[in-house]
């Protein structure tokens, strides 16, 4: 509410999707995701992205859509750039 106190949310395990809306206006509203991790990222318009600092490893990166599902993929990182496309299905997503 104006001049109401700042909302503080803890969450004690990850969460997808979550949905904050506003009760007042509609149309305000926002998905947000809870990692417990640091690497995340968020994709641009064209649908590029960029996870930084990834320490060197096996990994699973997932993909998340949150009307198409999720695609996952395994990488070996070594001190080296490495670039994943994901593709959800063949239908068109937005």
């Not at 206006?25 to 991790?37: E, I, K, R």
């Not at 990182?77 to 593709?87: E, T």
Request: hydrophobic content about 40%.
């Amino acid at each position: 509410m104006p001049n109401g106190p700042d909302l503080t949310f803890a969450f004690n395990a990850p969460e997808e999707f979550l949905r904050f809306k506003c009760d007042v206006h509609p149309w305000m509203f926002a998905y947000v995701s809870v990692f417990d991790h640091p690497f995340f990222s968020v994709s641009d318009q064209e649908g590029s992205y960029r996870i930084h600092n990834v320490p060197a490893g096996h990994y699973t990166v997932v993909a998340a859509h949150r009307k198409a599902g999720s695609v996952e993929k395994t990488v070996d990182v070594r001190n080296q750039d490495v670039r994943l496309d994901f593709v959800f299905g063949t239908k068109a997503v937005s």
